[in-house]
């Protein structure tokens, strides 16, 4: 009874925008595709309405082979990241015009309608023209149509990009609320999005996607805690893992002449290069800490990314409060050795400070 | 500054409105003189610097065999034609830009801007150039000097219009518009007329008004492909040109060979204001 898609490739021009991408979901369950603009997410979400037929794979839904019904008969629902409504209907019929079109009764669509509008707190805007709506209440009645049509598949497409950041915020905030009491057991919810942090809050299980390539799947924490290669650390962190070639040896960690002492979890490992991975908020200022320069340091809300040179060496350290520097400024920054990854050379994940693979 | 400005602003707005208005008042002044008044000296007010006489509009709806000219049989094949060619021209013409703003089409080296471009291609020649084949096609399959000649010719000159206009009206709708119809369970054909026209009505009317200026004022083609059976109205009111000019029936005629233009400026006008499509895609 699940969705079910089978090795899909597709290809339209020269490159891949979905490469041998597999994937088992599950009713009731809530799925993100994580990954960069132009990683097939949105194909991939097409894919899956019908809008897209794959050049190679399968998809199939409760035993039925997918690809042969075509995207009118599917009964799937998407929010795309423009804010997609009719303009020529108001509110209300915006909802109603999935149900007219399955032909239900006019008190069966009145009720769908009046719990959508309740669900995305639109109530009171029924009669109003699209234009009217700023862009969030435009995002709420394209969800509203979604969640009124009481589809087994509902697909989100970044829904939030397009909304600045105070209204992207609230949104989010409401989104897990309607993602649980707005929809039924039966429901499987694809969210795709390039925000790390909208993953984490939505908690549920993660794809990760890149160049249209399945990279790691799993559930979010796993995600956070444990990325199984470089590519996924830098997509599932934002600001993007910092990356340090170095090496290991029996005494220490070194890069760009800096050395550490080997924190536990690294005891295990092997002597040899590696690429060694640390968060920008596991960097911190630290008079007795080693020295780097200052590219270019941004104010973001209540802190401050600092982006750092040192040798060949770049990093974004994270400071949680708002200070003012100076371009090529020097400053001295210690490193949460316990929170070091190591990566192969190969960029595969090596070992991790919450306890993942061989180490 | 800005008092320059107002200044000259409205100088030139009254400068355009009288420049664009006096010649439809002389006409209209003009149309109700009689030979006397427009031959001996300069004449305006009616009733003050000439007697009125509606002879220059009686002359019009008169039969020639009572010395009239009868524009009424000519004003109405040029309304059938007109409006038949124009939509003809705009249900067709915008199917075909539908379908080359929506799907790819490959044929040989051939692709949708090729074919966009051949349908444009057909204005960028001086009609000059068709009229001979014009000419031969219609003798041909024996249409010549009637009114389903004319409107094939017409659809032919009009449809580039309408595919132009619509072409880039439809690469203006998010193609995400159609795919949201489709997946809340539109089949293509409901997704269009559902969905896709009711949100393109600018863009038609727009493509509607062009294809009605241009079927109505063309004198070529009219002119060389009828003769004695059927005629257009700008033939015949370029016709009412003796040795002696009869002004009077000639501004009269000309007014009403405007009128249609006009009234179909004043409705499109009110269309356009609306703008429809600003909510779809912000």
């Known amino acids: ?359 | 500054m800005s008092k320059l400005y107002t200044f000259l602003k409205y100088f030139f707005i009254t400068f355009w409105t009288v420049f664009v208005v006096a010649p439809f008042l002389w006409a209209v002044s003009t149309s109700f003189k009689d030979f006397q008044s427009v031959n001996s000296k300069v004449t305006y007010i009616p009733w003050l610097d000439f007697e009125p006489t509606l002879e220059g509009w009686r002359v019009l709806i008169k039969s020639p065999a009572k010395g009239g000219v009868d524009i009424v049989e000519p004003y109405f094949n040029s309304i059938f034609v007109t409006c038949t060619a124009s939509l003809i021209s705009i249900v067709l013409g915008t199917l075909a830009a539908y379908a080359l703003s929506r799907f790819t089409f490959k044929a040989g080296f051939v692709r949708n801007n090729d074919i966009t471009f051949f349908f444009i291609s057909q204005r960028i020649m001086p009609p000059i150039v068709l009229s001979i084949p014009f000419f031969i096609f219609l003798s041909t399959i024996g249409l010549l000097d009637s009114l389903l000649g004319l409107v094939v010719v017409y659809i032919v000159l009009l449809m580039p219009i309408a595919v132009w206009i619509m072409v880039d009206f439809f690469n203006r709708v998010p193609k995400e518009l159609d795919e949201t119809a489709l997946i809340d369970g539109c089949n293509p054909y409901q997704a269009f007329y559902k969905v896709v026209l009711p949100n393109s009505i600018p863009g038609l009317i727009v493509a509607g008004m062009f294809c009605i200026i241009f079927g109505w004022i063309d004198f070529f083609f009219a002119f060389i492909l009828t003769f004695t059976e059927v005629q257009l109205l700008p033939v015949k009111v370029v016709a009412l040109n003796s040795s002696i000019t009869p002004w009077w029936s000639l501004s009269a005629s000309a007014l009403v060979s405007v009128a249609p233009l006009i009234i179909v400026a004043f409705i499109v006008e009110r269309y356009l204001s609306k703008g429809n499509l600003s909510g779809a895609l912000k």
């Open chain 1, 1 to 359: 009874m699940n969705l079910i898609g089978e090795k899909i490739s597709y290809k339209p021009d020269e490159q891949f925008h979905l490469n041998d991408v597999s994937f088992n979901f599950k009713k009731g369950n809530l799925y993100t595709i994580l990954g960069r603009t132009l990683s097939g997410k949105t194909t991939l979400l097409k894919t899956i309405a019908g809008l897209l037929n794959p050049d190679q794979g399968s998809i199939s839904f409760e035993e039925k082979d997918f690809i042969k019904i075509p995207v009118w008969e599917r009964n799937v629902a998407m929010v795309y990241q423009q804010f997609i409504n009719y303009p020529h209907l108001n509110v209300y019929e915006n909802i109603t015009f999935p149900l007219e079109q399955r032909k239900l009764s006019p008190e069966q669509i009145k009720k769908d309608v009046d719990e959508a509008l309740k669900t995305v707190g639109l109530v009171g805007f029924e009669n109003r023209k699209i234009q009217e709506l700023s862009g969030g209440q435009q995002q709420r009645v394209a969800l509203a149509r979604s969640l009124a049509k009481k589809a087994k598949i509902l697909l989100l497409d970044e829904p939030l990009v397009n909304l600045d950041y105070k209204l992207r915020e609230q949104l989010r905030e409401e989104f897990k609320r309607i993602f649980s009491e707005g929809l039924s057991q039966d429901t499987i919810l694809i969210y795709s999005t390039t925000d790390p942090q909208e993953v984490m809050e939505l908690n549920g299980e993660v794809i990760v996607l890149d160049e249209g390539r399945v990279l790691q799947k799993g559930p979010a924490k796993e995600i956070f805690e444990n990325p199984s290669n470089l590519k996924v650390a830098e997509i599932s962190n934002d600001p993007p893992m910092n990356v340090l070639k170095g090496s290991k040896n029996s005494k220490n960690l070194n890069f760009e002449n800096i050395s550490l002492e080997i924190p536990n979890h690294f005891k295990n490992l092997e002597d040899k290069d590696y690429n060694f991975g640390i968060r920008a908020s596991e960097i911190k200022l630290d008079e007795n800490g080693e020295e780097f320069e200052i590219e270019l340091a941004e104010i973001s809300g209540s802190e401050t990314l600092l982006h750092l040179k040192r040798g060949n060496s770049k990093l974004i350290a994270l400071i949680e409060e708002v200070m003012n520097f100076k371009i090529h400024e020097k400053v001295k920054i210690n490193f949460n050795a316990n929170k070091f990854y190591a990566f192969g050379e190969d960029e595969k994940l090596v070992s991790s400070p919450y306890g993942g693979t061989d180490g």
